[in-house]
Each structure stands twice: as structure tokens, then as C-alpha cells.
């Protein structure tokens, strides 16, 4: 079965300070993916990152970053420099290498990012 | 254009009310989904659409009813609602790959209210 924790419920952080958004995952699948989405308040959800089983590498992209272990079934989300506009919740979740499949969400992160 | 559109933004509807949700994408994606999302709560998936026929469907009762009568465009036909239903509808639409997982793009919603 696979399954995916977001053990933060909510965070709390003054602007410009680092958070990081925990991610562990379970699957019995050698090959699977990896996703980030961010959910503003507005509703959308907006895709932010995928990583595939066999790319350890870890990415970054402006003020994110993302620390993939496949060692301790960890897929961590890193805001720099927070800012108020990265209030919004984070989903993490994981699929199998198929697409038009059914992807399995975390229970999300509430970020809230104070002025 | 990467992007998603739903209509009507909200909606309230009576138990006894027919109503449909429609969404739309021009990236040329082949996979489109519905999604049911409580507050505080992760995406729900419902329907999947693989190149035009229906492919998935978890166990959706019979009054939610999709449609998809071309590659751009995705209805969700609703009918004797409860209010229970009351939800925000997400549509997706993701590209097809045969070999991976791709990511899936989102609409901003239709939020619903059954009275």
C-alpha cells in the first residue's frame, strides 16, 4: 500500500525566516514519483515539483528546495527566505510511474508566513 | 497556455436541483481528473479520463455523473445532491506518458454548496 505523512499540521513562521515542510512516504514500489503542489488560499492547486525514484539529487529552484532520501523515505520542502505570499497549503504525494493514475495526497502542511 | 478553467466559480443547488460543472484545458492533455476536496482536507480523486474514456472511477454514487465529449473538455453532471456533497471540485488535466508519471495541473475550482 502506498502512503504519505505530513506529520505538520500547521507552521507558523515570521517572514524571512527558513521552514522546512516534512514529507515520508511509504511504498513497496521500486519505481515511483514524487510531488510538491501548493494550494493558496485561492483554491488551486499549483504543481511545484516532480522527482522519480532513481534521481536522488537534490533541487533547488530560487528559494526552494527540495532534499529527496530515498534512505529514510523522506521527500523535505524548503522556503528560504519566507515570504507572506508563501502562505498557503502544502501537499506532498506520491504515484506510480503511470500516468492518468491515481495520485496519493498528504494530509497537507498549513503554512502561515507573518509579516 | 498551462492553463485550467472551471465554471461556475460557485454554485448552490438544491437537493433536487440538476446542475453541471465544466472544465476546460488547451494544452493538448490527454488525462483529464475530478477531484472532491473537504476543507482541511487532501484532494479526494474521483474520475479519470484517458484519452476520452473514462478509466478510473472510485466508487462515485451514481448522482455525480462525468462526461467527456472531447479532448479539451470535462463535465460533472450532478443530480440529487446531499448536502454532504457540498465540496470545492477540482478538475486536472495531466499528459499521458507510457513510461512515467506526469504531473497533473489544476483548475482553481468550483466551490458547491448543497442546501
Known amino acids: 500500500a502506498q502512503k504519505v505523512t505530513q506529520a505538520q499540521t500547521e507552521i507558523s513562521v515570521v517572514e524571512k525566516e527558513d521552514v522546512t515542510l516534512d514529507c515520508v512516504y511509504e511504498?513497496?514500489?521500486?519505481?515511483?514519483?514524487l510531488f510538491w503542489y501548493k494550494q493558496p488560499p485561492s483554491g488551486e492547486l499549483v504543481f511545484l515539483i516532480r522527482r522519480n525514484s532513481f534521481d536522488e539529487q537534490n533541487e533547488i529552484s530560487g528559494r526552494y528546495s527540495w532534499n529527496f532520501q530515498k534512505s529514510t523515505s523522506s521527500f523535505n520542502f524548503t522556503i528560504t527566505a519566507s515570504q507572506v505570499v508563501d502562505s498557503a497549503v502544502y501537499f506532498c504525494?506520491?504515484?506510480?510511474?503511470?500516468?492518468?493514475?491515481?495520485?496519493?495526497f498528504g494530509s497537507g502542511t498549513r503554512l502561515s508566513i507573518r509579516p | 497556455d498551462t492553463e485550467v478553467t472551471q465554471t461556475p466559480k460557485h454554485l448552490v443547488m438544491g437537493m433536487t436541483n440538476k446542475k453541471s460543472l465544466k472544465c476546460e484545458q488547451h494544452?493538448?492533455?490527454?488525462?483529464m481528473y475530478w477531484y472532491k476536496q473537504k476543507a482541511k482536507k487532501p484532494p479526494e480523486l474521483m474520475f479519470v479520463?484517458?484519452?476520452?474514456?473514462?478509466?478510473i472511477n472510485e466508487s462515485v454514487p451514481s448522482r455525480f455523473s462525468p462526461e467527456c465529449p472531447n479532448s479539451s473538455l470535462l463535465n460533472l453532471h450532478l443530480h440529487a445532491l446531499q448536502p454532504e456533497d457540498s465540496a470545492l471540485y477540482l478538475c486536472?488535466?495531466?499528459?499521458?506518458?507510457?513510461?512515467?508519471?506526469?504531473?497533473?495541473?489544476f483548475g482553481p475550482g468550483t466551490r458547491l454548496t448543497v442546501t
Open positions: 494544452m493538448g492533455h490527454r488525462a
Open positions: 479520463y484517458s484519452y476520452e474514456k473514462l478509466s
Open positions: 511504498t513497496r514500489d521500486t519505481t515511483y514519483y
Open positions: 504525494a506520491l504515484t506510480r510511474p503511470l500516468s492518468a493514475s491515481k495520485i496519493i
Open positions: 486536472a488535466s495531466s499528459q499521458i506518458n507510457m513510461l512515467a508519471a506526469e504531473e497533473q495541473y
